[in-house]
């Protein structure tokens, strides 16, 4: 399979990342910070789906991490905006909840929940990671329920960004679903070919990621 492709379906991601960005200058410190956080997560976080979900292969030293990075920062900054790019939300006033000290006691849960559904319970990678985005999701909006719509429908917008991009990918990448990802391990149910895995992924990650800045921030959409 061709050295570029892992590298190639990150910049595919970057140029919706870039529209986005592009649409909606206001939005610009909320889709950096998110795309920083994930692109940092985003090394840290494959070493944990290449042991038992995906193997792909790397144009750059697999040690740099580098699409791992670019696949993180582009995704993470397509789900911090997604709903609001989609229903023409904007930021208003700060509510005066005080939430600081949440956002740490939930990543530790989540981060514990991980850990023991995957060594614990021995779930796969990719089942773990979407449990626990979901959990997290829940415990933002049952302290700001007012978040709801914006954690469902960011989930939405990358899941449908996912689905689009995967059905495309594979046209330039015939069997690269086959080749690189383990589907033996996983339900091996496939929507146009693309695993239902990553489209749950996509959902949960975008939950998480689209209505924490407003969270942490303490925003308000409108």
């Known amino acids: 399979m061709n050295k570029t492709g892992y ?3 990150a910049l595919i991601f970057g140029v919706v ?4 960005f592009l649409k909606r200058r206001d939005l610009c410190r909320e889709m950096l910070t998110l795309s920083v956080l994930a692109g940092i997560l985003g090394p840290i976080s494959e070493h944990f789906y290449l042991q038992d979900y995906w193997q792909p292969q790397y144009f750059f030293p697999a040690s740099f991490r580098v699409e791992d990075f670019l696949a993180g920062f582009f995704l993470g900054g397509i789900a911090a905006v997604g709903y609001e790019v989609f229903w023409r939300k904007h930021h208003r006033c700060a509510c005066d909840l005080k939430t600081t000290w949440v956002l740490p006691i939930l990543a530790l849960v989540g981060l514990g929940l991980m850990a023991f559904l995957f060594h614990g319970l021995g779930w796969n990678s990719i089942y773990a990671s979407t449990v626990s985005f979901a959990a997290l999701a829940v415990g933002l909006f049952l302290i700001r329920p007012e978040l709801l719509p ?13 689905f689009i991009f995967y059905v495309v990918y594979q046209q330039i990448y015939p069997g690269i679903i086959q ?41 308000k959409l409108r």
Do not use: Q, R, T
Not at 17 to 20: A, D, H, M, R, T
Not at 150 to 162: D, E, F, K, T
């Open 7 to 9: 590298l190639i379906g």
């Open 17 to 20: 990342w870039l529209v986005f």
């Open 150 to 162: 914006a954690a469902l429908g960011s989930g939405l917008v990358l899941a449908g960004v996912m």
């Open 179 to 219: 080749d690189w990802w383990k589907l033996e391990n996983i339900s091996g149910i496939l929507i146009w070919g693309v695993p239902l895995e990553e489209l749950l992924w996509g959902f949960s990650w975008g939950m998480i990621a689209g209505p924490l800045y407003e969270f942490s921030a303490k925003l």
